[in-house]
């Protein structure tokens, strides 16, 4: 996260790797996808069976955006879901199932161009100039932030605003107990973003920076001597993102509103919500 620091404070990124599918041995059902994975484009023909497992976490990807998003991921804690990045076509969605126990992120990818060996780069949430991720997106991006099975065994999930904004994304849990609460960000923060803030390309407005990413000072970053929640109170900065989405997290202290829990659940991760 090119210094910056992340708002789940749960997360313990790590590079451990196993292949899942080969631990888990509960059959519970199959699941079809119309979108291929990973490729230059859709095959919406095309239809792919994955086995879902009773003791797996079920994330589906949407794309309710007028244009291709590339998702990215990046896991904290157990393997890499969806080979670390693939693309979505507008109206299409992708399945990806986790094991107990993983961490991890997801962004979208906006403005992307690669070539058959998926070499390129993108203009929002690049990572590191492949379409399979092997890094976090460069800010201003924004984030989805799970941990599965935490305490008390609950699944700790946000949308966080920290890094920046770039695309508006929301997560609902499906079929979980507790509060399982929605979070994202529906409104188009790019339309208001402040002029010190933008992220143009080609003239337009691509991503929106949060202020630590702009200024990269202690008071906007929750750095320094500003490194607490009594030392580090939102900002004029934060507050706008908060009015505009205010089950995101706005700086890195925002706990209180930001972080949901849920107990068994499956997600699913939408790229241009347009509302809960």
Known sequence: MANIKPAGKFFMFGSKKCCYDERMTEFRHEVQTTQPHGGKHGDKSRWFKRTIFSSATLFTLENRCSFTVWPGSLAGKGPALGDGGFFLEPGSSYQLQAPPGWSGRFWGRTGCKFDNSGAGKCVTGNCGGGLKCTGGGEPPVSLVEFTLNGSDNKDFYDVSLVDGYNLGVAVKAVGGTGSCQY??????????????????????????????????????????????????????????????????????????????????????????PTGS
């Open 183 to 272: 979070a994202g960000c529906v409104k188009d923060l790019n339309i208001a973003c402040p002029a010190e803030l933008q992220m143009s390309d080609s003239g337009t407005v691509v991503a929106c920076k949060s202020a630590c990413v702009a200024f990269n000072t202690p008071e906007y970053c929750c750095t320094g001597d500003h490194a607490t929640p009594q030392t580090c109170s939102p900002t004029k900065y934060s507050q706008l993102f908060k009015n505009a989405c205010p089950t995101a997290y706005s700086y890195a202290y925002d706990d209180a509103t930001s972080t949901m829990t849920c107990i068994g659940s499956d997600y699913v991760i939408t790229f241009c």
